[in-house]
């Protein structure tokens, strides 16, 4: 073939652009479509003191004003404010469900503050476990309110932790993620806050307590992470206020000598919560409270109903023998109760048979008694009635004796 011909031959050859991924290289993209129309779902825990700033932060976290009302400082009992909202960021929906403590720390006496904290995340683990358990699980509309994460607002003393700081962070540490914080830094000096954040660790590693590790396994995250890591506790400044600051607004604190900027990196840790809470690690939160906390709580209320893995003799079990041998264990053990019960009923039937039978013999004595004292009674009276009949007789014969007598005399009498 002559070469123009070749040439004119390529000219005609129509060159397709792609418009996309066609192969299974477009994997990740189904689970983004998915996801974004399913929508997302975190739950937060804020724990900390009242008027510690935990509405603050979290409205300065989520761009939202979500008009919580201030907690009293004279509740008897810790409690906790449970708050669902739905939010917006242009195409992506959020189901966030805040829940604050409320009273924490205005307790004389505060050993029990924790408890209803623990006792609300176990609740939420028991009633994922119940879903679980059923035959007909609903996931699809099931509302996870397992806690994600618990903020923990430290007060900024500058000194050490409180007392009821590590006695609560060392009963949750195994059952959600921490991450400390330091509230209204804003109050500490730079030099302060650094020796305070020092103290704060090195109080949390004597005292064995665990606090959520951003992770460094993932090689894209690994290098902000680990050093995130370091930067813990966050010294946190919260607001929603918008104050100028040259030509632009900015979120800050306006004070006399100046403005406190919040988004400002040199100011607070603010910026650095953000990233790694809702940017980096939201789904690493998620999973370690499924595959840690989750799986821990669920492990411990097996072990407790007796179920095991492996045998003492370090042989899988299976879970239906053991299944099968608890609900004859069960079934048993009920038997054994219904007999028991059956015995206690005889034996109080019996006693009160006894007791029954006493009574009526008393009684029949007692009537008995009567009866022999009325017929004595009787024979008396009637001895009485015929010794009266007879004196009665006497006296009319007597009578009848005495008029005779009468009679004779006035006779007589009457002849002389
Ligand atoms: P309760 O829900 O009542 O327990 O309070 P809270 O912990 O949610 O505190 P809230 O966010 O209502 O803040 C209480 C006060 O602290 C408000 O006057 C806030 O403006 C102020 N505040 C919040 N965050 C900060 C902060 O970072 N620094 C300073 N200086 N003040 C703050």
Same mark, same amino acid.
């Given at each position: 073939?002559?070469?123009?011909?070749?040439?004119?031959?390529?000219?005609?050859?129509?060159?397709? !652009?792609m418009l996309g991924h066609f192969g299974f290289d477009c994997l990740p993209h189904q689970l983004v479509n998915k996801s974004v129309q399913q929508g997302f779902f975190f739950n937060i825990?804020?724990?900390?003191?009242?008027?510690?700033?935990?509405?603050?932060?979290?409205?300065?976290?989520?761009?939202?004003?979500?008009?919580?009302?201030?907690?009293?400082?004279?509740?008897?009992?810790?409690?906790?404010?449970?708050?669902?909202?739905?939010?917006?960021?242009?195409?992506?929906?959020?189901?966030?469900?805040?829940?604050?403590?409320?009273?924490?720390?205005?307790?004389?006496?505060?050993?029990?503050?924790?408890?209803?904290?623990?006792?609300?995340?176990?609740?939420?683990?028991?009633?994922?476990?119940?879903?679980?358990?059923?035959?007909?699980?609903?996931?699809?509309?099931?509302?996870?309110?397992?806690?994600?994460?618990?903020?923990?607002?430290?007060?900024?003393?500058?000194?050490?932790?409180?007392?009821?700081?590590?006695?609560? +962070?060392?009963?949750?540490?195994?059952?959600?993620?921490?991450?400390?914080?330091?509230?209204?830094?804003? !109050?500490?000096?730079?030099?302060?806050?650094?020796?305070?954040?020092?103290?704060? *660790?090195?109080?949390?590693?004597?005292?064995?307590?665990?606090?959520?590790?951003?992770?460094?396994?993932?090689?894209?995250?690994?290098?902000?992470?680990?050093?995130?890591?370091?930067?813990?506790?966050?010294?946190?400044?919260?607001?929603?206020?918008?104050?100028?600051?040259?030509?632009?607004?900015?979120?800050?604190?306006?004070?006399?000598?100046?403005?406190?900027?919040?988004?400002?990196?040199?100011?607070? @840790?603010?910026?650095?919560?953000?990233?790694?809470?809702?940017?980096?690690?939201?789904?690493?939160?998620?999973?370690?409270?499924?595959?840690?906390?989750?799986?821990?709580?669920?492990?411990?209320?097996?072990?407790? *109903?007796?179920?095991? @893995?492996?045998?003492?003799?370090?042989?899988?079990?299976?879970?239906?023998?053991?299944?099968?041998?608890?609900?004859?264990?069960?079934?048993?053990?009920?038997?054994?109760?219904?007999?028991?019960?059956?015995?206690?009923? +005889?034996?109080?039937?019996?006693?009160?048979?006894?007791?029954?039978?006493?009574?009526?013999?008393?009684?029949?004595?007692?009537?008995?008694?009567?009866?022999?004292?009325?017929?004595?009674?009787?024979?008396?009276?009637?001895?009485?009635?015929?010794?009266?009949?007879?004196?009665?007789? @006497?006296?009319?014969?007597?009578?009848?004796?005495?008029? !005779?007598?009468?009679?004779?005399?006035?006779?007589?009498?009457?002849?002389?």
């Amino acid at each position: 073939v002559p070469d123009d011909e070749d040439t004119q031959k390529e000219d005609n050859i129509r060159g397709l !652009t792609m418009l996309g991924h066609f192969g299974f290289d477009c994997l990740p993209h189904q689970l983004v479509n998915k996801s974004v129309q399913q929508g997302f779902f975190f739950n937060i825990l804020c724990v900390g003191e009242t008027g510690i700033g935990k509405s603050t932060l979290i409205d300065t976290l989520f761009n939202t004003n979500l008009k919580d009302k201030k907690s009293s400082h004279f509740y008897s009992n810790v409690g906790l404010k449970i708050q669902t909202h739905e939010l917006q960021e242009s195409n992506v929906q959020l189901k966030l469900t805040v829940v604050k403590t409320v009273g924490y720390g205005d307790q004389i006496n505060k050993e029990s503050s924790y408890h209803p904290i623990v006792d609300y995340i176990d609740a939420q683990f028991e009633s994922y476990l119940q879903e679980e358990w059923k035959i007909k699980r609903s996931f699809a509309d099931y509302h996870d309110s397992r806690v994600h994460v618990c903020l923990y607002f430290i007060s900024p003393t500058g000194h050490s932790l409180k007392p009821l700081d590590l006695l609560t +962070m060392k009963n949750i540490d195994t059952k959600v993620n921490i991450i400390p914080l330091i509230a209204k830094a804003d !109050t500490i000096s730079k030099s302060d806050l650094q020796k305070f954040k020092c103290k704060i *660790m090195s109080e949390l590693v004597s005292n064995g307590i665990q606090i959520y590790q951003f992770p460094t396994d993932d090689e894209a995250d690994a290098n902000v992470n680990y050093s995130m890591n370091g930067l813990l506790p966050f010294a946190i400044v919260g607001s929603t206020d918008e104050v100028k600051v040259g030509k632009r607004m900015v979120r800050g604190r306006q004070y006399p000598w100046g403005v406190l900027q919040v988004e400002n990196e040199n100011h607070c @840790d603010f910026v650095k919560l953000r990233d790694m809470l809702l940017y980096t690690n939201m789904e690493d939160l998620k999973e370690q409270t499924h595959t840690q906390h989750y799986e821990r709580y669920r492990c411990c209320k097996l072990q407790k *109903m007796g179920f095991v @893995d492996v045998g003492p003799d370090n042989q899988p079990v299976s879970f239906q023998e053991i299944y099968e041998a608890k609900r004859q264990e069960f079934f048993d053990q009920c038997q054994r109760e219904e007999e028991e019960l059956k015995q206690k009923f +005889m034996q109080r039937v019996k006693e009160k048979e006894t007791a029954f039978k006493e009574s009526e013999k008393e009684l029949q004595d007692k009537f008995e008694h009567l009866k022999r004292v009325q017929q004595e009674e009787t024979m008396k009276l009637e001895e009485e009635r015929r010794q009266l009949e007879e004196e009665i007789i @006497d006296f009319y014969k007597m009578k009848a004796a005495s008029e !005779t007598l009468h009679t004779l005399v006035c006779t007589n009498i009457k002849k002389d």
